[in-house]
């Protein structure tokens, strides 16, 4: 099991930016999935943005593509979210997530889930 936490949501202006970090804790584990969840109140989870670890593309969903971007860094074990030209709609409860159990990047059955971080978009 890993433990996910999340940072760096907060509060900005349509056209603006943020970037969110998650670091995992725990046992080391190689080519499992990362990805980036948000949920907006009254609506269902939202896949937003998925790698695995060790090899293939990045997986955007529609609504974000050419404004996010995942990435992930070996060393200090933590992935990011930069989000740029936010909209009102992107506004939601953002939860990083991990799978190890080699399943397909694209389904949502994570096993392993942060807390979450808020990002306000006004207009």
């Known amino acids: 099991q890993l433990n996910l936490k999340e940072s760096g949501g907060g509060a900005v202006q349509a056209g603006g930016s943020l970037r969110l970090s998650c670091v995992v804790f725990?046992?080391?584990?190689?080519?499992?999935?990362m990805g980036w969840f948000r949920q907006a109140p009254g609506k269902e989870r939202e896949g937003v943005a998925r790698?695995?670890?060790?090899?293939?593309?990045?997986i955007y969903a529609d609504s974000v593509k050419g404004r996010f971007t995942i990435s992930r860094d070996r060393v200090k074990n933590a992935l990011y979210l930069q989000m740029n030209n936010l909209e009102p709609e992107d506004t939601a409860m953002y939860y990083c997530?991990?799978?190890?159990?080699?399943?397909?990047?694209?389904?949502?059955?994570?096993?392993?889930w942060g807390q979450g971080t808020q990002v306000t978009v006004s207009s």
């Open positions: 725990g046992r080391t584990y190689y080519n499992y999935c």
């Open positions: 997530a991990a799978d190890v159990g080699g399943g397909d990047c694209r389904s949502d059955e994570y096993s392993d």
């Open positions: 790698m695995n670890t060790g090899e293939g593309e990045p």
